[in-house]
């Protein structure tokens, strides 16, 4: 652990377990900051007998002591963080004291949500599979120089600049066909929750953090989604609408890049994505189901069943390489245990050629991967040592990978956590 911005963020399509592993880390830390995404985020806990799902709110949040961030990079829904909020009160964590929001961080309407809903209807079966949250819009609406932010809330024109944000949404929306949407409800509990998180801690985070920085204080920068989800780098237009790699860290909290330290990638033992997208090793039959059954692959925002696939080596080099990883978490590996033999895509195999380089486009181009199998392992619990055969396989994979495998999350609790 570094003096500098420690970031963790998922290799994949996102639900790599990013979560659990914050919340490990998190009392090694001062400071966890959330630098991108929005409430499309589902980042998943469990304690003891308990789980959490977090949405806005950085995972360092069930730790007494740490101060949480919610970074400029942040898109906000003040009804999903009001409601988050109140559930945590409620299991008698009370975050108000330790949590922080930038003012840079843009607000999203109920009209942003309206929007992203009717666009999605439209498009039929072109649809990207967006989470309805209204990420999207507002991000645009950001990009246009249109937006709403944090630190308008308290000015004195805040009630003209939302009608006026409000007016134009209304008049996108006559392009698409009419769409359920009970605009008045929902504008009534935006307004109360606007009161309500008017009252919370502003900050300007990139002074709160340089400062925390150059003070020697420990900050993990938490990241949302997935890096195969990244605007820029991600499989497009099958993505979401942020920079979900270490880059983003940058520009989601203000540090340069020299202030970025460890580099922490989280890849399940497998492969998942929620929604449409390529995937090259999705697994269509039995196995692809098994792995959802025994994965419990579900997504922790939307509810929607999971794509399943073997893991992926070209894709998982490719994050690796843009993001500068150090080190590896790998979660779910007692999953594979359920199968006697499992496989890892070690190359693509695209026009008769074997490459391990990631293409342009996985939709344009005909991908076969190319698998080797490797014997399954033993499930055990924590307190004893990681099965042989897992143990070679993770030397395998740090092999492939050339980047050293850290942590092995061997189920969902903290305690099922081991360290390499």
Known sequence: M???????????????????????????YDIIARYQGGPNAGHTIKIEDKTFVLHTIPSGIFREEVVNIIGNGVVVDPITLC????????????????LLLA?????????????DAASEASKGKKKIGSTLRGIGPTYMDKTGRNGLRVGDILSSNFKNKYASIREKHLSLLRI?????????????????????IASLTQINCEEYVNRAVNSGKKILAEGAQGSMLDIEYGTYPYVTSSNTITAGVCTGLGIAPQKIGEVIGITKAYCTRVGSGPFPTELHGDEGEELRKYGKEFGAT???PRRCGWIDIPQLKYAIMINGVTQIAITKTDILAEFDFIKAATAYKIDNEITLEYPYSLENNKIEPVYKSYPSWEDRSNDQPLDDDLKNYLEVLEGLLNTPIKFVSNGP???ELKIR
Request: charged content about 35%; cysteine-free; hydrophobic content about 35%.
């Open 2 to 28: 570094s003096n500098k911005v420690d970031v963790l963020l998922g290799l994949q399509w996102g639900d790599e377990g990013k979560g659990k592993i914050v919340d490990y880390l998190a009392d090694q």
């Open 83 to 98: 409601n988050e909020i109140d559930g945590l009160k409620a299991i008698g964590v009370d975050p108000l004291e330790r």
């Open 103 to 115: 003012k840079k961080a843009h607000l999203i309407l109920p009209t942003h949500r309206l929007l």
């Open 176 to 196: 698409y066909p009419e769409i359920e949407f009970d605009l008045v409800t929902e504008e009534k509990k935006w307004n109360e929750s606007i009161e309500r």
């Open 302 to 304: 939307t509810g929607r």
């Open 413 to 415: 609790g903290r305690e």
